[in-house]
């Protein structure tokens, strides 16, 4: 099983490669590059806070921007195109089919949010503030987050066209940063609305877990605790998505 | 996962049984069930024969062969590869596939999409380096080994999907219009590619909706329309085989024309007052009868194929269903 698991990874790894999806790290870059130029005269002393901010931030949009434009697309592209239906009368199973997909986009995004880690080490490296171990802890964040977005983003394009699926993904990514202040909308409203916030809260992955950012330009610590139950929260909800994703693939037609 | 034993042998079993099966499509929001694609088909493909499935569009063939692949899940029915129910991912460990108009990652060469398929198939290096080779060859496809697919021709494609359905050196071929896409060449190519996998005692089912392309290599044809399974002809057993028939006009005194067809070593199959009908057992025999008569300035109005009687039956078939509801397409 793991060797055809580990061959779809390869191919799909290899594709996202040659589709130079890597040219977003050079954006990234720039981005950098631009935040730190444009913005140090305006806050003397505080360019290790910006470089971190807008770094960070960086990172996880374009991180969500390969989710959004690949994972969101994955499963249905190759349906549509039907490149799926050799790989799949192979004897390879769905679900193998499946994990394949998933771990070669998160190999992907571990590389591109590698490279951009490094980026933005140098950066804040090449500023006055000290590079802190919550610097690294953060850049560790984004990529779990990006992960679980990943599985989410699979489950959806087992369900839905890439335009849906996209969009899905990202209410999730914005649900899941703003459940705090939609529990406090329907608290506010009361009645149904409460009850909705409050069922969506519990049932949707709370991403604010993974956002460290206020934390690291504040110069606070973060904790390793933090770091491992971040990992297990981001463990559980991919299990579950793809889980989902495998019970919906199964039963669909080709 | 244990793989099958599908290994040639030469048990009277079947390779693939198809029983009963019935599909239907859901449609709409709702989910509703359709009109059957595919609607109570049987039949069985023996080892080492070539069957066709011949039909119109939307006759319901590439529903049968997803069926059979596990691709689409039948509502009703059994299929079984090898005695394996055709469900289970391990009855396709010796199966080839070649999918219509068959589309691949545009970023892939040749080369890698075979190795890539090759470890799907979990083949090690150096069986997938050999394989490949092999295959890209057999296709006539070897010099395109570093050609990026996304610059290859649409019957380029056609035939590297045709070498990963070779890669497995299966026991089981499934094609779906393996033909459609490539020019006379490459018809060619395929005929012979699937009497050479005959040959090794591989078996075949593919589906067409051309007459002469089923005509040319099948052993058998199973004729659907709109689903359900109007006739099986062994084309074995047909008088005439893959041969032609010619029709020729002849004058009032007709010897001077047996002359000519029997210098030629050929029978006249039917006599009609001023035309007769001429077997020729193939394409050789065709050509030298028509060069005599044209020498002899004799009129041959008609050529046909002598399976015509499995085009007039196919065409009989179509032109009645006009008359019938519409069916799903797959």
């Known amino acids: ?57 960086a990172m996880a949009l374009l991180g969500l921007l390969v989710v959004l434009l690949v994972g969101a697309n994955m499963v249905r592209k190759e349906m549509e195109r039907r490149t799926i239906t050799t790989i799949l009368t192979k004897p390879v199973g769905r679900g193998e089919y499946l994990l394949g997909k998933y771990l070669g986009l998160g190999l992907t995004l571990v590389c591109m949010v590698g490279l951009m880690g490094l980026l933005y080490v140098a950066a804040v490296g090449l500023t006055p503030a000290t590079l802190a171990w919550s610097h690294l802890a953060a850049v560790y964040l984004v990529l779990l987050e990006l992960l679980v977005l990943t599985a989410a983003a699979i489950l959806f394009s087992t369900l839905a ?12 990514f914005a649900i899941g940063h703003l459940g705090e202040s939609m529990l406090d909308f329907g608290a506010m409203n009361g009645g149904w609305q409460q009850a909705v916030t409050q069922v969506a809260f519990r049932i949707l992955p709370d991403l604010e877990v993974f956002n460290v950012r206020a934390a690291v330009v504040h110069g606070d610590p973060v904790t390793a605790t933090h770091l491992l139950l971040a990992t297990g929260y981001a463990i559980a909800w991919i299990v579950v998505f793809m889980l989902l994703a495998r019970g919906v693939f199964a039963r669909k037609e080709l | 996962m244990k793989t099958p034993d599908l290994v040639r042998n030469e048990s009277a079993a079947p390779v693939l049984a198809v029983q009963g099966l019935h599909k239907a499509y859901r449609r709409g929001f709702w989910g509703r069930r359709g009109a059957p694609a595919v609607a109570d088909l049987s039949f069985s493909v023996a080892r080492g024969e070539i069957f066709a499935l011949l039909g119109h569009n939307g006759a319901g063939k590439t529903t049968t062969l997803k069926a059979i692949l596990g691709l689409v899940r039948p509502e009703r029915g059994t299929i079984e590869i090898c005695g394996v129910d055709a469900q289970r991912p391990e009855s396709r460990a010796r199966v080839g596939y070649l999918p219509e108009a068959p589309y691949f990652h545009e970023n892939l060469t040749a080369g890698e999409l075979l190795d890539f398929y090759g470890k799907l198939l979990g083949m090690d290096r150096g ?21 990026r697919l996304g610059d290859c021709s649409k019957g380029m494609r056609q035939r590297v999907g045709l070498a990963q359905a070779l890669l497995a050196e299966p ?35 593919f589906s067409s909706h051309i007459v002469p392309d089923v005509e040319a290599v099948a052993d058998r044809v199973a004729m659907i329309r709109h689903g359900g399974l109007d006739e099986i002809r062994d084309l074995r057993r047909q008088p005439g085989g893959h041969g032609f028939q010619a029709v020729i006009a002849v004058p009032p005194d007709t010897s001077e024309t047996a002359q000519v067809i029997a210098a030629e070593g050929l029978t006249v199959s039917r006599r009609d007052s001023d035309r007769w009908t001429v077997d020729a057992a193939g394409p050789g025999d065709l050509g030298r009868l028509l060069t005599a008569c044209h020498l002899d300035d004799l009129p041959v109005p008609e050529v046909h194929s002598a399976g015509g009687d499995l085009e007039s039956i196919f065409l009989a078939g179509l032109e009645g269903r006009a008359a019938e509801p519409e069916v799903a397409s797959c």
């Open chain 2, 127 to 147: 069986r997938r380096r050999e394989r490949t080779r092999t295959c890209l060859e057999l296709v006539g496809m070897a010099s395109e080994f570093g050609r």
């Open chain 2, 171 to 205: 026991d089981l071929l499934i094609l779906d219009e393996p033909q459609s896409g490539l020019d006379p060449l490459g018809r060619r190519q395929v005929r012979e590619i699937l009497l050479d996998q005959k040959s090794r005692g591989v078996t075949v089912i």
């Open chain 1, 161 to 172: 066209g890439p335009a849906l699926a996209a969009v899905f993904s990202a209410m999730l």
């Open chain 1, 1 to 57: 099983m793991l060797t055809r698991t580990l061959a779809v990874a390869h191919g799909t790894f290899r594709e996202t490669v040659r589709d130079r999806l890597f040219y977003l790290v050079g954006f990234f870059g720039l981005a950098l590059v631009g935040a730190t130029t444009m913005l140090s005269p305006l806050t003397v002393g505080a360019q290790g806070k910006i470089v971190a901010d807008v770094g960070l931030a």
